[in-house]
């Protein structure tokens, strides 16, 4: 099984939210932790696949994970992030586990992922999703559903010209 993130080594710190559930789990479960964009990472209890991060291999090994994580702080900082690491998990079909910040409370809910805070809730959500294929799969359908009703081009494009039409008389009377 493969636990997946993808960021910079300018975020990677975010990791550091997780690794003591990631160690805990490690006592109960075998899985990978693959980190797609970051710099090495020593762990003692679980593998650790450290990918450089490729525009051209992006998806590929994004696809190769099982479950997506995105942890963060509550900060003023990670409050403003996009959530684009669950749109790209959620795309795939990866059931997710993360931190109830920001825009990710509006990307995902309970019928995708799990939203952790605490290492119990994180431990909890990881062990619920590698103990079983079925919530898997599940949640990961789920998730591209959202994905395919929310947030594709379609649908993004028809939102963007939508609010463009209803500027165009207030920009053409200038």
């Not at 995105?70 to 059931?95: E, V």
């Not at 909890?124 to 559903?145: H, I, V, Y």
């Amino acid at each position: 099984m493969r636990i997946g993130w993808i960021g910079t080594p300018q975020t990677q710190h975010y990791l550091n939210i997780v690794l003591p559930a990631l160690e805990e789990l490690s006592k109960y479960k075998e899985f990978v932790l693959v980190t797609i964009g970051a710099h090495t990472i020593s762990t003692s209890g679980f593998r650790v696949d450290c990918q450089e991060w490729h525009e051209h291999s992006e998806v590929k090994s994004l696809d190769e994970i099982d479950i997506g994580i995105m942890p963060l702080n509550g900060n003023p900082w990670d409050n403003g992030k996009c959530g684009y690491k669950l749109i790209q998990y959620m795309a795939l079909g990866k059931p997710v586990v993360a931190s109830p910040v920001g825009v990710n409370k509006d990307i995902m809910s309970e019928k995708n992922g799990f939203f952790a805070i605490t290492q119990q809730d994180w431990f909890d959500a990881l062990f619920a999703l590698l103990e079983s294929p079925d919530l898997r799969d599940t949640l990961g359908k789920n998730g591209q559903l959202i994905i395919k009703n929310e947030y594709t081009t379609q649908i993004s494009g028809k939102r963007i010209l939508s609010i463009l039409d209803s500027l165009a008389p207030e920009c053409l009377s200038r």
